[in-house]
Every structure is written in C-alpha cells, then in structure tokens.
C-alpha cells in the first residue's frame, strides 16, 4: 500500500507519461494559423509552490465545437516575467495541446524565486494569450508575516452571474481557494443563462460545460490576477455522490465511467498538475498539504472520492436526505469513513507535521454538527459530515489528542454563511473549542433555507452565525496575531453589475479557542 503522497505522485506521473506516450499523435503543428482567438477561455496559474506554479491554457478556437481543431498536437509557447509588460523573460518554454486532453495545457514550471510576483502568457501561431498574474508561496517554515485568500464555492452558472469575482479581484488576494462545485453537472430551476447541456454523462458533455463556464469574464479574470488552489465536490460529477455511486439509481460500473469523464474535464480546465488526471483504475489524487511559509499550514482534503456510500437509502434516491439517527443506525456505524484508509492515514500523518500559526483543513462541507430537528430527535443530512460522526470524530480527536493550535477549517457546499466553535463535545457549552470554522456561502447557487435553518439554531448553540438569503464568497485576511474572515456578499446575481458588501466580520486570535466578532 503506498504510504506518502510524494509517492502518490510519483507514480501518477510515471502512469501519466506512459499514458501521453501511449496516445502522442504522429502529426504536430508547429505553427498554427487562427482565424478566432484560441485564447477564448482565458489563462489560469494554480497550486502555487515555494519555487513555482503551474500554469493552465487551453487551445479552443470555437469553445462549443468538438471539430473547430484538427486531431493532433499542436506546439504552444509560454514565458514568465518579472514585469506585467514581459520585457524581463526568466523562463520560456514550448508543450504540446494533445487533442486527446481537448488541447488544453499543463505547464508545471519550477525554479524560480520564493515569495514573489510573476507575469505569464502563451502563444502559438499568429495568436497570443492575455498576461497573467502569478505568485510564488514563501518556502515551507521561513518566516511569513502576512497572507490574504478568498474562498468560493458553489458557481451555478445559470443561476446568475460570477460577479463576486470582480469584487475579489478588487480585493487583492495572494490567492484564491475554490472549495468545489465549480461547475453543476443539470440545468437549474429558473435559468438566468443558459448552458448548453441539461445533464451530463459523457467526455463531451462535461467538456462543454466547463468551456461555457470559463466564458464568464468575471471567472476568466479571477484566474488570471492570482494562483488558485482547488478542490472539487460533488456536481463536478452528480449531485451527492459517494465513490461509485451517483444520487440516482444507477449501475456503479456506468457509473465510474461517467465519473472519469468528468475527472478528465476537470483536468482539461484547471490548473492542476498531472497528479489530479485519473490513472488508470479511475483515480484522481487531488488531496495536498500546501505550506505559506511558518504562517498558515494548508490540507486539502478529498471529500466525495473515496468516501463511503450515504447512509439509509431509499430506493429510488441515493442522495442525502435528513434522518434521525435514533432510527437510522447505520449512520452511526463506526467503521463508515469519509477520507477512505489511504487518505485518512496520509492525513494523519501529513496534518499534524510541522505545525505553523495557523493549521487549515479546507474541504468541501461543514464540518460542525448541525442538528435539523427541533422534536428533541437528532436530525443529520446523511450527505454531509453528520451523516458519517465516526469520521467526523477522527478528525477532532487527532486535532485534540496531539494539541494542534490554531485550526481553522474552511467549508462550503451548503450555499450559506456558517461560523462555527467545533467543541469537543458540542452538547457541552464547557467543552474545549477545537476548531474554529468558516464556511462560505456560494457564488451565485440559490438557497431558501433561512426560515428551515433559524429554526434549527436553539439547538446548535455552537454555531455562532448563520445567513444564507446572499450570495458571495470569503476574504480571510491571515496575520500571526489573527485570522479575520470577512463575509463579502452580491446584491443581486441575476444582474451582471451587483453591488458588493461586508455582511460580517469574524476573528480567531493566536492562541484564544473560539470566533468573536470582528
């Protein structure tokens, strides 16, 4: 059994150039000539490291045509400056669009200085890229004084539009750290715009999502001011899966089939190292520890991939549903995990690993309790962490039992503002603060929740705040005294030109357990 995710890597990479070889077309065209701008989809930089990043483009002349490129590799040129006007060339290079990845292109670049500002484009052919904006993290344990991050999640394109991502841009972060469902796999209630498929299955379909969405100049420009870190959740494949088996009935073999097609389209349009492809069985290695210098330690945890299937079916209905877990038992089975054995155990090792000020664990749901009843029943939504306690308490003993200061934990998925003390015991108002927890609301996926959820709070003392009627994101700004979150909100999505506004501030001081208002 591999035991580090260095290895992990290690052998999807070898998995992955034997694969490109495997698939190398016998034709390359050098030098292309474009009649539209094949830069249509934008520039992207993400996973950042100490010494580099990678940087994302893909080739698509006509996003909505499969044919608008012919079926071999075509030769893409890239350069990294020390200037936005890229007069100061550190690195340049050339990597092949293959057809076989819908022209898309992974340059992992390595090098360069720590804590740093860079510029990047590409260009093949007659056409060049827009410039992009990257930055380089400080090296793991040196000293970091600062850091600011947004955190978004939940971006239903047909629900409204991305402008939260003008008011981040605006913001100025070193970073942005999607948290999933960046795209939805169905067509929603009520459409603001459209997409052009109503529920995908298939390469293609996934592949057209994703174009359409990188269409959004709000989205487009986000990208190309700052590195991003990102992981998925479910509608990224379907609603509420879990392993090999989607919300609705169907064949778990068909399944995973549909699951690596939309694996591979995540590939084809993020900036991600080879690493998160699907090898061959299917899997994608997506989890991480990133570290910003001595300041903040970030675990990035894969949430829907491994995960046991939910709890107390129907049969109709393989999605999550709240259940009382007086009557549910299997709910409360010790042995359900969510991480699976292989990432549970990475991350035991990984998370408590030279910790820093501040120790994230970033992953797509709430992590606090949330108790949705008021009968004096206990009432989890089995798609959530409620809906797996076991895991759940693996994850606040290890924060306990070895004393890791500081720990914040970042969510989204529940399209609401959450702000949560994680106790030890949270039917105990006396027991230790654990984590203190942020979770996003979304940009711009409906809820109508508030009423349902107000009424839950009496009995959820440990959540301290709750909004869910805006749409938004996060803006933690992060400093070795504090970490504040700002709850930055949109007025109106349905409109291209909302307005933007703090709903709330919070902070976590180094050292104090629990959020106060800021």
């Known amino acids: 059994m591999i035991g580090s995710r260095r290895q992990f890597l290690q052998n999807a990479a070898l998995w992955a150039a034997g694969a490109v070889a495997a698939l190398a077309p016998c034709r390359v065209i050098a030098a292309p000539t474009f009649l539209n701008d094949p830069f249509q989809l934008g520039v992207a930089c993400g996973d950042p490291t100490s010494d580099g990043f990678v940087l994302w483009t893909r080739l698509a002349p006509d996003p909505f045509d499969p044919m608008a490129l012919p079926p071999e590799a075509i030769a893409v040129n890239w350069e990294i400056a020390t200037d936005r006007a890229m007069k100061k060339i550190v690195l340049r290079g050339q990597t092949l669009a293959h057809p076989e990845f819908a022209h898309s292109v992974h340059v992992d670049v390595n090098g360069l200085a720590p804590g740093r500002e860079y510029f990047y484009r590409f260009h093949t052919g007659n056409a060049v890229s827009r410039i992009g904006r990257a ?66 299955y298939t390469l293609e379909e996934y592949r057209l999502l994703h174009a359409v969405y990188k269409t959004d100049p709000d989205l487009q420009a986000a990208h190309a001011h700052c590195p991003w870190v990102y992981m998925w959740d479910d509608h990224e494949v379907a609603n509420d899966y879990a392993k090999d088996q989607a919300e609705k009935t169907q064949d778990p073999a068909t399944f995973v089939k549909r699951r690596i097609a939309a694996y591979q389209a995540v590939y084809e349009h993020m900036p991600l190292r ?134 914040i934990s970042l969510g989204g998925d529940i399209h609401s503002f959450f702000v949560s003390n ?97």
């Open 135 to 200: 930055l380089t993290w400080p090296t793991p344990r040196a000293p970091a004084d600062q850091v600011r991050l947004a955190v978004a999640s939940c971006q239903a394109y047909d629900e409204g539009y991305f402008s939260a991502y003008r008011d981040m841009v605006a913001q100025d972060p070193a970073f942005i750290l999607h948290l999933g469902d960046y795209v939805y796999e169905t067509t929603r209630a009520v459409p603001v715009r459209r997409t052009p498929v109503a529920d995908a």
């Open 422 to 518: 994680i106790r030890d015991n949270d039917k105990d108002e006396r027991s230790n603060i654990l984590i203190s927890e942020f979770v996003g609301t979304s940009i711009t996926s409906e809820s109508t929740n508030f009423d349902l959820y107000s009424g839950f709070l009496p009995n959820n003392p440990q959540i301290k705040f709750f909004d869910d009627r805006k749409r938004g994101y996060m803006l933690c700004d992060v400093t070795r005294a504090v970490w504040k979150t700002t709850l930055r909100t949109v007025d109106d999505v349905r409109v291209r030109d909302g307005r933007f506004a703090t709903l709330k501030t919070f902070a976590v001081e180094n050292g104090k357990s629990g959020v106060q208002a800021g």
């Open 274 to 407: 080879i690493s998160a492809r699907a090898d061959a069985n299917g899997r994608a290695y997506m989890f991480q520890r990133m570290d910003y210098g001595d300041l903040a330690a970030l675990t990035l945890l894969d949430l829907r991939q491994f995960r046991d299937r939910i709890a107390c079916q129907t049969e109709i209905n393989h999605g999550g549903r709240v259940v009382d877990t007086t009557k549910c038992t299997e709910v409360t089975d010790a042995k359900r995990t969510v991480l699976g054995d292989t990432q549970e155990r990475w991350f035991n090792t990984n998370f408590i690993k030279n910790p820093a000020a501040w120790n994230v664990i970033a992953q797509t749901l709430m992590l606090s309790e949330f108790d949705q009843t008021t009968d004096g029943g206990y009432g989890v939504f089995t798609d959530s962490w409620g809906g797996y306690p076991a895991a759940r308490r693996k994850i606040l003993n290890l924060v306990r039992d070895k004393k890791v200061a500081n720990t």
